[in-house]
C-alpha cells in the first residue's frame, strides 16, 4: 500500500529520517497521537441513553432496529442507565414537567457527553407554542447537533449522528 500523505510526521533529523519513517508506515507501524486515539476511540464507540417523548422515539427506535443498524456506528445498545451513556437523543416534545427529570438524566451522565435534538418539537417546541411545552431543549441542556423533521426519518437521525461523530473527531484536547 503506497503512502500517499504523512500528517503529523516530523523527527526532524531531515531527508534521510523522513525515508526511515516511510518505511516504518510501510511495514505497518501506526503513529498517532494520544489525543487523536482517545477521540477515535470516543466516535466509535458512543452509548446513548434512551429518551424518547413522543412520535420521535419511534422513529430513534426503527434506526437501532434491523433495517437501518445503528450497530455499524458502535452503538449497539440504548442505555437505560444515564450513568452507562455520553450521549442523550431527546426524541420529541418536552413539557415543563419533564425538564427538570430531562436535566436530571443528563447530570448523571459521565463526561464527556453529547446532545443530538431529535425533531422540530424539542429543537423549537414545534407546533405547541404554549406554556406546557419547552420551547427549545437547548434552554435545559446544551445540544451539539440538531436533526430537522416531523417526525424525522431514520437516515436523518442517523445522518446527525454521523455529523456528531465528526465534531467528536476534531474537537480540542481531552480532559
Same mark, same amino acid.
Given at each position: ?73 458502535? &452503538? ?41 435534538? &431529535? ?7 414545534? &407546533? ?48
Amino acid at each position: 500500500m503506497p503512502v500517499e500523505r504523512l500528517e503529523g510526521l516530523h523527527t526532524g533529523r531531515g531527508q534521510a529520517g523522513q525515508e526511515d519513517d516511510e518505511d516504518e508506515v510501510r511495514r505497518g507501524i501506526l503513529l498517532t497521537t494520544m489525543d487523536k486515539a482517545v477521540r477515535w476511540a470516543r466516535k466509535q464507540s458512543m452509548w446513548p441513553v434512551t429518551f424518547g417523548l413522543a412520535c420521535c422515539a419511534i422513529e430513534m427506535m426503527a434506526a437501532g432496529a434491523g433495517d437501518y443498524d445503528l450497530s455499524r456506528w458502535g &452503538m449497539e445498545l440504548f442505555r437505560a442507565s444515564p450513568r452507562q451513556a455520553d450521549l442523550m437523543i431527546v426524541a420529541g416534545r418536552v413539557s415543563q414537567k419533564m425538564g427538570p427529570v430531562l436535566r436530571t438524566v443528563y447530570d448523571q451522565m459521565p463526561e464527556p457527553k453529547w446532545v443530538i435534538s &431529535m425533531g422540530v418539537c424539542a429543537s423549537a417546541g414545534g &407546533m405547541f407554542t404554549n406554556y406546557a411545552v419547552v420551547q427549545g431543549v437547548d434552554t435545559i441542556v446544551p445540544v451539539d447537533i440538531y436533526v430537522p423533521g416531523c417526525p424525522p426519518k431514520p437516515e436523518m437521525l442517523m445522518y446527525g449522528i454521523l455529523r456528531l461523530h465528526e465534531k467528536v473527531r476534531t474537537e480540542g484536547h481531552f480532559k
